[in-house]
């Protein structure tokens, strides 16, 4: 995600944000954040038990919330 978004504009609103982030999530997974089941995404497979799984249930519940956080703290 860092990859993808690293250059883009950063967002006036903090629900623009949370937009952006769930867009990103489901062009980079092709899966949507109301899913609660890992998907696993064969071009993070490198080995090991959950190797090339991403969590949504993780990205919804701790990480868009972690980042809208640091969003509020820098303005």
């Known amino acids: 995600m860092k990859a993808k978004l690293g250059d883009h504009e950063y967002?006036?609103?903090e629900e623009q944000l949370t937009m952006l982030l769930?867009?990103?999530y489901q062009q980079l997974t092709g899966a949507s954040l109301s899913s609660r089941e890992p998907i696993f995404v064969e071009r993070h497979s490198h080995g090991g038990m959950s190797s090339?799984?991403?969590s949504p249930e993780f990205w919804a519940d701790q990480a868009i919330p972690l980042l809208l956080e640091?969003?509020?703290e820098s303005k």
Do not use: D, N, S
Request: glycine share 8%; charged share 25%.
């Open 52 to 54: 090339g799984h991403i």
């Open 70 to 72: 640091r969003y509020q």
């Open 22 to 24: 769930e867009q990103t």
């Open 11 to 13: 967002p006036e609103t």
